[in-house]
């Protein structure tokens, strides 16, 4: 995306509400957490829905990181944030600390600035999740075996070992016939212990190159 325009009205709650729905639809085998990243440039005008939003999705799986662009007034988004107070909605607190805030103007100057911008953004998203799964008795799932890890680098296609054949251990056995278990020998030739060439000259074939003779 090389060019993208922001419009009002500024509401978080619908969007918060509506990722919140995902996580419950899979909540059941608790395996998978959820990231809402939002980009704005104006004042939130829906701020009430937006606590009340954010309090009853703090007891599911997700995290929302906001992303302020431009020069607009984002005090309230320092609030949803709950760094110094928890958010409350008719009387209950948020469960835990999903929002983080950054203000994209921040980031702009210095050679750095992409690579700070990243990890301001990410920077609670791992304490968001461990507070989750801690909060939920979630255990760690085992370690994937060594040939699931093999599947996956194939991609999916796992391969079985090779059996290794069994060898005898001497060519000319000391053990039996067959000469299983003894110790390795040097291999034994019949005939003469010195290679001689050849007496018969090289044969001419039509229409090829001769070692010897030039063409034939």
């Not at 440039?41 to 906001?66: F, K």
């Not at 079985?160 to 291999?187: D, F, H, I, K, R």
């Amino acid at each position: 995306m090389t060019y993208s325009e922001l419009y009002g009205p500024t509401n978080f709650a619908p969007v918060i509400n509506q990722t919140a729905a995902i996580c419950n639809q899979q909540r059941g085998g608790m395996e998978e957490y959820y990231v809402l990243l939002i980009l704005t440039d104006g004042v939130i005008t829906d701020m009430d829905n937006t606590i009340r939003a954010i309090v009853q999705a703090s007891r599911l799986p997700m995290s929302v990181i906001i992303v302020g662009v431009g020069s607009a007034n984002f005090d309230n988004m320092n609030i949803l944030d709950a760094d110094d107070e928890p958010l409350k909605a008719n009387g209950v607190a948020m469960a835990r600390d999903i929002v983080q805030f950054v203000p994209f103007r921040d980031f702009q100057a210095g050679a750095f600035g992409n690579e700070a911008l990243a990890e301001a953004v990410l920077a609670e998203v791992p304490d968001q999740f461990v507070s989750y799964m801690t909060q939920h008795r979630v255990q760690p799932r085992a370690p994937p075996r060594a040939d699931t890890m093999q599947a996956m680098s194939n991609g999916g296609v796992a391969y079985a070992p090779m059996p290794m054949p069994t060898v005898p251990t001497s060519l000319n056995g000391a053990n039996g016939a067959n000469g299983y278990g003894a110790p390795p020998l040097s291999p034994t030739f019949a005939g003469p212990s010195t290679f001689a060439p050849s007496s018969r000259s090289p044969q001419a074939v039509p229409g090829r190159q001769s070692w010897q003779g030039g063409k034939q």
